[in-house]
């Protein structure tokens, strides 16, 4: 399924990273740039967009264009991309609809990730905003809770990579060199994994891996 973005960021500079990044990614498809609340209002309408993903703390947005965005398009999904967001900042754009929420200085896979997991339904959080909203007293569990249901654990291909890697027993500097990513993006994939699955430490991320045959048990014996 081909992901319709939008691009929501005053800065021209932004703008043109973020569409030269997602020019690359196949299943992604820009359909608008929008600089100010007013534009991003019409280009909703317009494109009928699956994703917005908005700096909605530059000049001319706000925390209002989300929640407008979502009175006019109930399917479309909200990622906030912004630098260092302040604890009202957050507050004020998860209360207005943002599904995800990402910093400007996070990776490019990173970046790519929050739009499609976004777009498939999903929640997704860099590191970052997850330890500014614990910082802030937002309560997590209730965020990302979904309503229980029989529909099964969705996880990504890198995702799959990351969980082996761990259960192998690699550090998160020796997972990020052998898949060429940054150990902060590794970290955010472990965070994202244990939402994913219920848990809350890395011994749980083991035990699936064990269960799933991403690792063999033979590993863990005979050590030392």
Known sequence: MIVKTLLADSSELALVGLR?????VPRIEVVGEARDAIELQALIVRTKPDVVLIDHMAEGFGANAIRDGVRRSKRTRFVA???????MALRSALRGGV??????DCGIDEIIDAV???ADGQKFFCGKIVEAMERA???MTKLISEPLNCEPITLSEREFQVIAL??????YTR???QLHLSAHTITTHRKNIMQKLGVNNSAAVVMYALKNGLVSPNKFLFNG
Request: net charge negative; glycine share 4%; charged share 25%.
């Open 175 to 177: 997972i990020a060199e």
């Open 20 to 24: 030269t990044v997602f020019e690359k």
């Open 166 to 171: 761990i259960a192998e027993g690699h550090s």
């Open 81 to 87: 991309i912004t630098p260092d967001p302040s604890p």
């Open 116 to 118: 499609l997991q976004t």
């Open 99 to 104: 599904t995800s929420y990402i910093k400007k």
């Open 137 to 139: 007293s937002v309560d």
